[in-house]
């Protein structure tokens, strides 16, 4: 017996792999170039299957822990803006069949073999806001590709995971004022243009500058920096971040 | 083996009972009985435990409809405003001595027996809003009493039900304009002083009469219907309900 086999039979069930059965999570992950709002995507070996990156809660772990470890290994990203937002548990989004076809593709699974993982799983969905620039996405065992896609120009997820992305984008929404969200998604320092880029990203929709800069600066929340006048400088656009 | 035992022994595990291992729900259920905003709590016989009325998830059952299922057991309602606020699963809400000492008190168990229910479970927290007087709130088989209790008046609850009930709070706190929330709390009729009332309960702090009544008026949701002049009728305030 190989290893690799031995390691197989030994996670066949939850209690031999160390997971609790029936509860996974699954994390939309934002991030923003500076231009555009992204979302973290994994794709699974030779299905075409497109998914949100997600895992498992072990015996002795609180399900934060297991967020945020999955995350880790995911971005390398510690201390991550990280907020819960819907427990999704319908019985159509159990489609054992799929989860069978990533498993046999990758030699996880002989055909026909029961796995703990071929259950029928409710899922708990976190999203996160990262700092694009210090991210380095790592696919994990499973998929191949770990890459960010635009928030309009998604690929056709898997199982209910296009709903959680839009459960997700309704929360920041919901919350965009409230929970400064722009401050987790921009860097240090960034111009009002930049700014208004993550808000109409997450709205979907256009809003006039001026109403914009109007609102912001009526919230006392960002400090305007000083320009350099080196060379051009002076027409460049005012630098602002947020009031600790 | 009379048929309790056989019963007992059916249900010992969780596939045997039918659900699905470490998943529950808690509901904090929300009733307003015209002056004082009331959370339905169960008390387990012989335990002085205090408790949010939750349950478990069938295996062929969504989550949603386990709530729901529930919910009308204990209180006969259908139909009812429901939503999910947030999912618990932290180490430290694992106490199952605590469970234990119920399920013992109740001749659900015997001492030192293996029983599904005192694993490690993850809750999914639900809050209702209901009507108080279609309401007749009913013990389960582990409790002797189901009792409504003003807010700002529990008992301490059992493992993390006081978190749960202030997360509860926090997210009527948050969504009270957004969603209507005194819609579902109030009689169809209501007087603006009841109104007021919901709003304070929620708010937990008192609101200037004129203040809210500004503010309540001017988001335009509201119906004032006409006094009928019997004997001092007119000296009664006016009568509210919502426009649908």
């Keep these: 017996m190989t290893k690799r086999a031995i390691h197989k039979k030994y996670a066949n069930t939850a209690k031999e792999s160390g997971f609790l059965p029936h509860i996974a999570y699954d994390s939309v992950i934002f991030g923003f170039d ?40 995911r971005t390398g990203l510690e201390n991550i803006y990280l907020e819960q937002f819907h427990t999704f548990g319908s019985l159509e989004r159990f489609v054992p069949a799929t989860i069978e076809q990533i498993m046999l ?11 703990w993982l071929l259950e ?6 976190y999203y996160a806001l990262i700092n694009f620039n210090e991210v380095n996405p790592q696919p994990d065992t499973l998929s191949d590709r770990c890459e960010w896609y635009p928030v ?12 959680m992305v839009q459960k997700a984008l309704q929360t920041l ?9 722009g401050a987790n998604l921009l860097p240090e320092k960034f111009t009002m243009k930049q700014y208004q ?14 109403t914009f800069q109007r609102q912001i600066l009526g919230l006392d929340i960002l400090k305007r920096h000083e320009k350099q006048f080196l060379g051009k400088a002076h027409k460049a656009p005012f630098l602002y971040s947020f009031i600790k």
Excluded at 40 to 62: D, Q, R
Excluded at 105 to 115: D, F, K, M, V, Y
Excluded at 120 to 125: A, D, E
Excluded at 197 to 210: D, F
């Design 34 to 73: 500076g231009e555009t709002l992204k979302i973290l995507i994994l794709e699974y070996h030779n299905t075409k299957l497109f998914a949100l990156p997600g895992g498992f809660v072990k015996e002795h772990e609180s399900l934060n822990d297991a967020v945020r470890r999955g995350l880790h290994d």
């Design 105 to 115: 593709n990758n030699g996880h699974l002989n055909s026909g073999e029961e796995h």
């Design 120 to 125: 029928r799983f409710i899922s708990v969905g």
């Design 152 to 163: 309009n120009e998604l690929p056709p997820l898997m199982l209910d995971h296009d709903e």
């Design 173 to 181: 929404r919901d919350n965009i004022n409230k929970k400064l969200v």
């Design 197 to 210: 880029q993550v808000y109409e990203a997450i709205l979907g929709e256009k809003i006039r500058r001026t």
